[in-house]
């Protein structure tokens, strides 16, 4: 059974940087073929993606957060990590890490297989 685990402050100052990180268990992140993401959701908004990490280690970010997002992970420990920096209380949202198999397109949510519970981060001085 695969399971992804998020970590990570749940209180942030403005203008601070965020930093998460998703533990998985189950399954190593260097398995072929398959893409681990970031995701997060706003009060009253729906799903946003935000990243990606793929299995060879190439890393994608939305143009949206190009400026202000990276990903990279830790294979010794299984783990990747979003760092967001120069907060604002339009970050304030529950982050999520995912999985899915690598696809030619976008997939859908429902197409990830594997979700974290995901962490609640609020952006606020």
């Known amino acids: 059974q695969v399971q992804l685990q998020e970590s990570g402050p749940g209180l942030v100052t403005p203008s601070q940087t965020l930093s998460l990180t998703c533990t998985v268990s189950?399954?190593?992140?260097?398995?072929?073929?398959?893409?681990w993401t970031w995701i997060r959701q706003s009060p009253g908004k729906g799903l946003e993606w935000m990243g990606i990490?793929?299995?060879?280690?190439?890393?994608y970010v939305t143009r949206a957060l190009m400026s202000r997002a990276s990903i990279s992970r830790e294979t010794s420990k299984n783990q990747f990590s979003l760092r967001l920096t120069s907060l604002t209380p339009e970050d304030t949202a529950v982050y999520y890490c995912?999985?899915?198999?690598?696809?030619?397109?976008?997939?859908?949510?429902?197409?990830?297989?594997?979700w974290g519970q995901g962490t609640q981060v609020t952006v606020s001085s």
């Open positions: 995912a999985r899915h198999r690598a696809t030619l397109y976008v997939p859908a949510y429902y197409e990830f297989d594997y």
């Open positions: 189950g399954a190593a992140i260097t398995t072929d073929n398959y893409i």
């Open positions: 990490i793929a299995s060879d280690g190439s890393v």
